[in-house]
């Protein structure tokens, strides 16, 4: 017993010393991609969310807070959720230019790769959110584009730092939208 509760805490430790060392060289990403998100907001377009794999979840999550709400109640913005096996089909099919692709991938290179590819093909910006980003993801991503490495080899400590990271998009996202707010 003693030794699963070592272990279950090792796993806070872990979590927290992971958001703890990238807080600093995730910050300036994550307000690039909040100022692409919501200038495609704010232009009219809608945000196709896609997970790839494990971060599928992830990619419904943050629709719910784009169209509902984050923390605070605001006007329902456009995004949706494209999900596998045909999110390529519908990215190609929903996709438009002035739209943004949030990209959330823990682990499928492949599938990843795909969507960026849709996404530029009807000239979207792509905020992609991942792991350790494969050399050919970034080679595929444009000047306009956003890159969010989370640093670690360990798919589960990527999607609780993916987590958080959506979390600050969409508290960035209504901020500058609405403003600060009151106490």
């Given amino acids: 017993m003693l030794m699963l509760e070592q272990r279950i805490q090792q796993q806070f430790f872990e979590s ?6 990238t807080a600093e060289s995730l910050s300036r990403p994550l307000v690039q991609a909040a100022a692409a998100l919501l200038g495609t907001i704010t232009g009219g377009g809608k945000v196709l969310v896609h997970g790839c794999g494990q971060a599928a979840a992830l990619a419904a999550h943050v629709q719910d807070l784009l ?12 995004a949706l959720a494209v ?6 089909a519908q990215l190609q099919a929903l996709g438009q230019p002035g739209d943004a692709l949030l990209l959330l991938d823990a682990g499928d290179a492949a599938a990843a790769l795909e969507a960026v590819d849709a996404a530029h093909e009807k000239e979207m910006t792509v905020v992609a959110l991942t792991g350790l980003a494969e050399p050919a993801l970034r080679e595929r991503l444009g000047e306009a584009d956003v890159l ?21 998009l969409c508290d960035a996202i209504d901020l500058q939208l609405m403003g ?4």
């Fill in 83 to 88: 999900t596998a096996p045909r999110a390529v």
């Fill in 67 to 78: 169209i509902g709400r984050f923390e605070r109640e605001r006007p329902p913005l456009a």
């Fill in 180 to 183: 600060e707010q009151g106490p």
């Fill in 16 to 21: 927290a010393d992971l958001q703890y060392q």
């Fill in 148 to 168: 969010i490495s989370v640093p670690h080899e360990r798919a589960i400590r990527v999607l609780e730092t993916q987590l958080l990271a959506l979390h600050c």
